[in-house]
């Protein structure tokens, strides 16, 4: 398996001095490091980052733990999706994963991927339920657990399935795809749905770091992970 995480986040409303996104300190860790060690405990093969914003920072940091990882360099920032489209000649899996460098995510890789290969996806999402998904998009999805679509954000309080931030995804699918600034959220996957586009639901830890408050809540839900 080879993995890409995406980590050339901005991160403007963490407001850390010096610091991209992914070198967030949980518990003085960089969260950075508790998805490599996710990486390696599943033991992916090859691991890229796409880096952007403070990219040094992270290739400083990432070369003192001795790694064996690549980089896909970003001139301008790109998005998620373009971050995606910009590493791709970096993959050799037909199929691997990415995740997103702000959130974690604590599920078993062996169903997520059996799940993916069952349905012939061409991506499927790793997704958690919550009780209020006002600060999240959510996923509208029919019992197969096949996407039907993606709702955007609306500030509405109800239970609902939220994109925890793991994708199994197929490099055909994406090849098509030209090379610009883009989301993955709402560009890439919304285009791949006709296609075949599935959740892999599961209820576990999830924290994401996007925001000051959820960033001083992963300090106790992580706090686990870095001890």
């Not at 080879?2 to 850390?16: D, I, P, Q, S, Y």
Request: aromatic share 8%; hydrophobic share 45%; glycine share 6%.
């Amino acid at each position: 398996m080879e993995a890409l995480l995406l980590v050339g986040g901005l991160g403007t409303r963490l407001a850390l001095p010096n610091l991209p996104k992914a070198l967030a300190p949980i518990q003085q860790i960089p969260f950075l490091k508790i998805l490599l060690d996710q990486l390696t405990h599943w033991q992916v093969s090859k691991i890229v980052l796409a880096i952007g914003h403070r990219a040094q920072a992270i290739v400083d940091y990432v070369n003192s733990l001795h790694l064996p990882i690549e980089y896909s360099w970003e001139t301008a920032p790109l998005g998620t999706g373009g971050a995606l489209l910009n590493a791709l000649s970096k993959i050799r899996a037909e199929t691997f994963l990415v995740m997103n460098g702000d959130s974690f995510f604590d599920l078993p890789l062996a169903p997520f991927l059996e799940l993916h290969r069952t349905h012939s996806a061409v991506a499927t999402i790793a997704c958690h339920h919550i009780e209020d998904i006002s600060r999240y998009g959510s996923l509208e999805l029919e019992e197969t657990g096949r996407i039907r679509c993606f709702q955007e954000k609306r500030g509405e309080s109800k239970p609902g399935w939220i994109n925890a931030g793991i994708y199994l995804m197929q490099k055909k699918a994406l090849e098509a795809f030209p090379l610009r600034s883009c989301s993955l959220e709402k560009d890439i996957f919304p285009t791949l749905i006709p296609q075949g586009v599935f959740a892999y639901r599961h209820s576990a830890t999830f924290i994401d770091i996007g925001t000051p408050q959820s960033l001083q809540d992963a300090q106790n839900v992580l706090k686990s992970l870095v001890v």
